[in-house]
């Protein structure tokens, strides 16, 4: 990246949008943190990358492209408006956009309930943007009451006029779906969450403080739920990648146990000087959280692999040389029955493996896109629009009956996972379903 | 990756060539061994990740995307010449190439000097390969001395008539190159190194045991060419991934120092376990190579962020939050004099850093083509060749203008970089000459 | 195209497919008849090209193209069950695909039901196959019968065991279709029709005798037909188009009117004499049939625009210059109640045009994939399959839900199309509902 | 292409710049003319169908391009230079722009020295546009003088300060070649041409009233011209293409002669009546040279397979059939030496046919990229500029090697071409040089 033509400004080449361009100050400020900088080392994708080998791309690209695609939907709806933008809430928009994953922890969603159960990394986030941090101190430094501003934007607590402004960082069409589905489907190679986003931008317009698609643009608005679809399928939700979340969770809790047993002093050489309050399970401050990142918990697997607890050695290797769990799938009914994981678990012992670390049954579940219900949470089930010839608005189900098919049918998958050594025998004990083609 | 139709293969996606099917036991066998899967924690283009933040990319995916053109190439030189391929020709060309950078280390060329003195990537890829490890286990398990014929082709010592087949791992037209000019150019977001793969690799045949560009291809050959050139002077030389390497370096170099003088005890909690005989500069076992990656150093750096020495906790701030050094650039006469390079170390130790550790100069050379020099070093610059209508051989820069044009020309950069703080002092009493365009 | 490397083989350059390689001779000898290179000289999507500028393609490039996928299917599925493809059977079928719309004669859908009343352009192809021509003399002077047997793949009247390679040519999934989606999206600028043709191939197999995708495949197999839905209601029945073809045909219709009449003699200077036969409604012979094309009509056009009818005059004049008639929108009920027509007929005529050949209706239908109806005509209907990990087939609606919504629901548009100059006024009086975006 | 959001404007979808949007009511207005739409009925690349199946395109979608070009470079510049655009100065550049080629005739540069000898595509356009057509009537309607402007900025006689805007019309650096490029490897499946527009454009900048690349695009710049020496060896240079347009004038020239002969009355049916008074060698009016395009002469050449004249039935046949002459490569000496030519002709008489005929001289020649000569044309040998960080301008070749390589290096070809029946007697007495692979 580098200035060009005199201005102050930031260019990053990026595989995605070719050339993003930074010219606020304040966004460029911003990016420039060390806790925005802290992003370069989580992965985006958590385990995937050993599903995937190509999805190693960090969470700072997702951000940067996030921002950048605010800035053309912003851009898109004031031209379609024929209005011009008002510059603080482009700033206030994009500044949003860019932070709104600066409170993600080691390995994102597989860590995350382990990690510091109870608060979620949309808190942290937060608590990123309104703390003692230098992303606050840039906010603040430029318009005071502007980090609470973007708090609010990242919370949905804008005024009712503006709400669509929060829901272009978080709903059902929001800037980091755009971005994120079209770079994970890049990095790992998966080619369903493809979509053209200028034609989907270009489709966009404001009306009555929503955003909607034109009716050219339905093609576009059901090109981008089926991205969305397959990605949560195939891609997502691949038992390859829940399977390795699994072993990372078991050791994370084995450790722990060790810890509770007094049989792991975190004082000693087993434990990353990091990791302690986590591993102790202790209130963890800001600035502990902020120093933690994939490389501390990868350090620490590679330690353990000499770990004297053989359980813990043990799923260090399957974590680390990929021997993981396996999945015995089952179809519905959804939730096995309770003498059915008993057996398993009896099995699994009998082999010689602890059931709480090797036996795990797994959840995974997606509406891949949700009607409006009214009561709902804010946000998640926000519908998606679109607006007809005479400007009236339709829920998107109403007009398209490929987005009808997908609308509101959640698909469940529960997975029971054992070592692969195990798998056969159970699989015949069991009578599982016959495996559904495709991880459909 | 999975397995399909009940044969025991196993599918990559990949971002670059979209799948990669490996079948041969062999190959599958070497990709599940510790070894290879430990090219997962090394990213490929080292510290770019920084200029290009896309450029997360480990080796692992580079090193199948190597081993899939070489199985393409081969069917092709087949198909050229109407012959059948001999599996066990197929099996050694494709494990050379699947294993080429089995030896690197954390960081790549930026540490590699640094970290083991001596020893480059190449003697611990042959250490790798003939060594004590699974994959010379997995070689050797499937036939006696394959693991010493793999090291032959990777080192080029197979017998003449199949010195082709060690030019296609490690020449100036081989697997490698193809691999990561076409990856780098993804992952950084850079164009420049795009060509196409499957009209270059189909414009190839295999005259008097060389492989040939058919004159139907100078195009290809051409843009090959062009793409590397690009590729160096955008992106491998770009100033700013040079200043992170610089960093990099100075900060070990002066925890070494700091060990030298018992600053710095190894055993203390400085120092992760790991990297402990690096540090130590005490010889280096294979084991204790390989178990270190980019996570071990990554991770030492964070700590050293709160290290006592004042410049071991700055250049580990610069390093992780990117306020790198800077670059007075300096134009032919290539080498700045003396009395330059004692002023500016005057000029940075008066505004209070050691210039051992921030007053550093910097070379980055490349030819984009060399022709052939008979008394050369094996493989670097073996000739790419061209075959006319009649099977005649030609040197490819006699047959094409363009290649010509950057034959032979080396270009020589040598830059001094400094603390951005003092950079424009510095540029003032040094009146360097005007910076050249583009890094050109 | 040229020869390469002492084989007679032919390598052709295509936007779609990069190189289509012919090495069978009896192909070869089949693209360099004059029957075949006819097909240079009719437009692929007929009017279309006024709608979409670029779609100015032929049908040669699409018979070339259903050819090369036929070769790469056929691989596929050999590929697929470890066999060896019989050579006789790949020439047969890939002759069929390459000769499939050999018969079709000038603006092909839009003038076919004009030109030659009740002979559609199948049955031509069948003479052209089987009849006095150079096509049916390659394929005799390699193997007699051949023609009579490339006749029956494309009729449908193999024995059973080989109904599916008649399939391949002809159903809801075949390497007609395969070929025109991309090739039509790729020519007009549509996004629409475009799917990955390399993973498509890629996830078909032959199970019992029919082509069937894996389950894996399944996201493919969406695509292809979300891709085939698109491409009809945004391409294919594009209202502009539509309008051009409609004033074509009342255009011939009128200049036939004149000849029953006698005003419009055959052997005058207004009457190119390939189209004579044509125009005087006789029989017209095979040699009659392939001597015209698009220029013959065009030519006609240009000259009719200085016709002393007012009527050719003004249609040859909006044919040329693009004032075409413009649709008076109507949703359902599907068919216009006869006093609505009547009225908007008497509203054309007194504003000047005569109702015949200026207030028109037209109608199109569509049912982006059809379930298998038991007693249905061969071909159209059946159905796509699916195999599941046990080898079951299953039809693709069961498997896929969003198949499920596309299937078995008609789409029928009925538009009434009248001058622009009028359309204001009839629309007011016909009190049309609204219309629907984006043609949907 | 329709209007949207109440807006007149018009969209057209394009296979090279996916939208282009047009809302100037002037510039809507001359697409809509007859003149513009003739353009529809001229393939943009004459014979080269025959060689490459798909450029079968038109001018009418490059005049568009080009057009829609400008629009981009013009407010590249102005982004670029922090000014607004005179809408009348983007008017005038679009408008010359879309009208650069309406002056062509059929089948291009093939037949344009034998239809109207001594008068080019250029002066027929300056009629179009000054003379008595629908197009002056749009211009002049909109602003009186603005016909007669467009013609001196596409004539460069525009002052001084404005000779950019001329030389983005008409340059080595122009939106004819940008879009061109683009648009001819699109549609003939060449790879060659390819470049990245975007880039392009936005490297582009204007110092001193001159259009010059920043340094940061001479990477771009090198792209574009080797996308320019490549498309012209490799495609329009193409041998099949020049063999038929050599036919082509073989074929007119013939029937010329046989007018002059009076074996070929223009009145009788041998002759559409739009083409005689170029056979007739008469002075052409513009009302009779617009009346003309790609078409007519299609069908006459497809009546003149039964001509009875057994020359130009023959020449009829080889155009529609593609059984084209042959070349017999020379290498340089460029020039045949006479005695070379008369023993060809010799030959060729001696087997039966005329060499008037069927014996041709074909020389093709280019100059990759010129560099400036002061004394030379207006246009043609402008040279490309790059501009430094000190804003000094530089001829391109200054500052790249690689355009240093291509430039003022003209490459001459010259092919004796004759009858397939007689190549191989006549290449055997010729001694003709090896050919040079691929072209070069």
Redo the contacts between chains.
Sequence with gaps: ?DG??GRVEKV?????H?FITVSHPVLIALI?T?EF?RL??LRQLGCA??????A???R??HS?GAMHVMGKVLARLAR?AGLQLDPDLELLAQAAALLHDVGHGPFSHGLERVLTPGVGHEQWTRAVVTGPTSIREVLEGYGPGLAARVAAVLDGELPGELAWVHRLVSSQLDVDRMDYLLRDA???????GRF?L??LINTLTLVDGQVAF??????NA?EYI?ARH?MYW?VYFHK?TRAQDLVLRSLWRRVQELVRQGLHPLDG?WT???LRPFLAGEPVALEQYL?V?D??V??AI??WLHHPDPVVADLSARF???RLLKPVWRQPPAQPQPQVLEEAARLVRRRGWDPAYYCLLDRTEDVAYDLYVPAGPAGASHPILAV???GQLQELSQ?S??I???AR?ARTAVNLYVPAEVRDELAQRLKPV?????G?
């Design positions: 990246m060009r033509q990053f080449r990026d595989p995605v070719d420039d060390p900088q370069r080392r990358f050993g599903t995937y080998h190509g190693e791309h960090s700072f690209g940067l379609a890049l990095f790992t190679g998966a080619f369903y053209d200028e034609r034109t009716y050219k643009g339905l093609p059901e089926l397959y195939q390859t050489p990353p000087p990091t120093a990142d490389h501390d990868m350090f590679k330690m680390l040389h990929r007809d010839a005479h007009v009956d490929i009808r098919a997908l049918r016959a495996p559904q083609g495709a459909r």
